[in-house]
């Protein structure tokens, strides 16, 4: 049962961090009346998903 959340975490943390760090970034950007390109954001967005992704990998790897 431990492994398997564990293996469910490593699919969930990295989607729901970077959503958070991609609304959050909309909203500051909103809010100082800034533009930036939409590539930008989806470049940066893929970059930290593939971060947290790897942070969460050596988190579990640890738990194992």
Known sequence: MRRILL???VAAVPVAATA?????????LQATNRTIAP???HYSAAAEYGVFL???IL???NRW
């Not at 991609?22 to 500051?28: D, H, N, Q, R």
């Open 39 to 41: 590539q930008v954001l």
């Open 20 to 28: 958070l760090m991609y609304a959050i970034s909309i909203f500051t």
């Open 59 to 61: 988190d579990v790897k």
């Open 7 to 9: 293996i469910a975490l």
């Open 54 to 56: 790897f942070l969460m």
